[in-house]
């Protein structure tokens, strides 16, 4: 049984800093691609980042490109996403997931419960 979970979210001021960790278990995470999104209120969910498992490459979209780092431990079968100076439009709730494929593709058949991240003054 695929299972993803979020831990880390919060409530931060602007120019802070958080660290998102996702569990999983029910696959071998090394084997995998796996993907941070995120879904503000009212909007369609959008990617963060993403980490290949064939090659390790990491993928940013542009609006968080400086300020967020994916990292995966595959031996703890985590993965993190570092947010730095966070930005109010920063604000979503954050989950994982992957569709079980080794290369990113943006896509997802399996996600976490999401974990929520505010950022405010």
């Known amino acids: 049984q695929v299972q993803l979970v979020e831990s880390g979210g919060g409530l931060v001021q602007p120019g802070g800093s958080l660290r998102l960790s996702c569990v999983v278990s029910g696959f071998t995470l090394e084997y995998f691609a796996i993907g941070w999104f995120r879904q503000a209120p009212g909007k369609e969910h959008e990617g963060v980042s993403c980490?290949?498992?064939?090659?390790?490459?990491?993928y940013y979209e542009d609006f968080v490109k400086g300020r967020f780092t994916m990292t995966r431990d595959n031996a703890k079968s985590t993965v993190y996403l570092q947010m730095n100076d966070l930005k109010p439009e920063d604000t979503a709730v954050y989950f994982c997931a992957t569709d079980l494929n080794e290369n990113c593709a943006w896509v997802y058949d399996y996600r976490g419960q999401g974990t929520q991240v505010t950022v405010s003054s």
């Open positions: 980490i290949n498992s064939s090659n390790g490459d990491t």
